[in-house]
């Protein structure tokens, strides 16, 4: 006798849960990978001996967070999707969850692609500048939204006013991080410029002082 496997009704409920912890976990650890990334990045512009300890410390802190937060949260998310498939796998032949998992291969691929970013900075050799890590810590966020967006909206995905408004905010909060970001780079340069100016200024002031 072939007996069909179902679940208890309570375990779709109980999928979707540990599934919105996984994801909230893995998006946490991955937005804060990449800035861990970038001050380990902008670390290269200190002197030798500062410079040599904080590249250690931002190394561990990388590692601990991307193999004890931001992978663990991943494999939660994806065990408890296809948790929620096994009860409803008529999902897998509708239009938005098609769309949903070609955005979460994007999201894979992201995650895959800190490991080699991470790998490149612990040795040294990370082409990526600090403008650009901070660039492509955006991609996440709209990766979320869309994802979010198709599993609340579904097959009746909306394309109105609401959508480009939501679009353009999350374009516009990318622009300013970059802006401040930029104009705090200024604002130190312009400061260390003047530390500068000043230290020759005193140190011609006590020659011409000495001299007399
Ligand atoms: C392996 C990839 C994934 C699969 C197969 C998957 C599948 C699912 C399924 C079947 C549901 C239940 C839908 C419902 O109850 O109507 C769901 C819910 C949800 N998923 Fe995913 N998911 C995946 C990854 C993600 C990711 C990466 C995110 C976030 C960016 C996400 C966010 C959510 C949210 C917020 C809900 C709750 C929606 C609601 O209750 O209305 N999922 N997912």
């Known amino acids: 006798m072939l007996l ?35 001050y380990h990045r902008e670390a290269a512009e200190l002197e030798p001996p500062i410079r040599a300890a904080f590249e250690a410390q931002y190394s ?3 590692r601990r ?9 991943m494999a939660v998310a994806v065990a408890m999707a296809m948790g929620l498939l096994s009860v409803n796998p008529a999902w897998l032949h509708q239009g938005w969850m098609h769309a949903k998992l070609a955005f979460v291969a994007a999201l894979l691929a992201y995650h895959a692609f800190c490991y080699r970013l991470m790998g490149q900075l612990q040795s040294g050799y990370c082409t ?34 609401a959508t480009w408004f939501l679009v353009a905010l999350v374009i516009a909060m990318a622009a300013s991080i970059q802006f401040y970001a930029r104009w705090r780079r200024l604002r130190s340069e312009k400061e260390a410029e003047t530390a500068r100016m000043a230290a020759v200024i005193v140190s011609d002031g006590e020659r011409s002082s000495a001299a007399g």
Do not use: D
């Not at 540990?18 to 893995?26: A, N, P, S, T």
């Not at 967070?65 to 949260?73: C, K, V």
């Open 128 to 161: 990526w500048s600090g403008r650009q890590l901070r660039a492509l810590n955006e991609l996440p966020t709209l990766l979320l939204v869309m994802v979010v967006m198709l599993v609340v909206f579904k097959n009746q995905f909306p394309t109105g006013a």
């Open 4 to 38: 069909a496997f179902t679940w208890p009704p309570e375990a779709y409920l109980w999928f979707k849960t540990l599934h919105i912890v996984g994801v909230v976990v893995w998006f946490a650890g991955l937005f804060y990978l990449v800035r861990l990334f970038i």
């Open 60 to 62: 561990l802190m990388e």
């Open 65 to 73: 967070l991307a193999n004890i937060i931001t992978t663990p949260g």
